[in-house]
């Protein structure tokens, strides 16, 4: 089992940053990918960002590729979302999920949110004009 918490969700002007922490406790943390979702109100899943275990090869959604940044610390467990540039259409809330998945595979499955096998609970983001 592998437990997940987001933290650092909050309220943020437009063009504001802010940082997103997902910080895991159970099993090996360093050998699971971890991926970032978003869900707004009446609004489908959508992929954000993820990072495998192996290589740190990272992976953006098209709506916030040049603005979002994953990174990951295994020796804290922890996987960080860098989210600049922030726009109202960001709001929603943030769910981290891990995969044990292997670093050949991590870029076919990254996008996939069934193909997590555990999620946290969520962080509220909600990005004000």
């Known amino acids: 089992q592998v437990q997940l918490v987001e933290s650092g969700g909050g309220l943020m002007q437009a063009g504001g940053s802010l940082r997103l922490s997902c910080t895991a406790s159970?099993?090996?943390?360093?050998?699971?990918?971890v991926g970032w979702f978003r869900q707004a109100p009446e609004k489908e899943q959508e992929f954000v960002a993820a990072i495998s275990w192996s290589d740190s090869t990272t992976i953006y959604g098209d709506s916030v590729k040049g603005r979002f940044i994953i990174s990951r610390d295994n020796a804290k467990n922890t996987v960080q979302l860098q989210m600049n540039s922030l726009k109202p259409e960001d709001t929603a809330v943030y769910y981290c999920?891990?995969?044990?998945?292997?670093?050949?595979?991590?870029?076919?499955?990254?996008?996939?949110?069934?193909?997590?096998?555990?999620w946290g609970q969520g962080t509220q983001v909600t990005v004000s004009s």
């Open positions: 159970g099993r090996t943390f360093s050998r699971y990918a």
């Open positions: 999920a891990a995969d044990n998945v292997g670093s050949a595979y991590f870029p076919l499955s990254a996008r996939n949110p069934r193909e997590y096998d555990y």
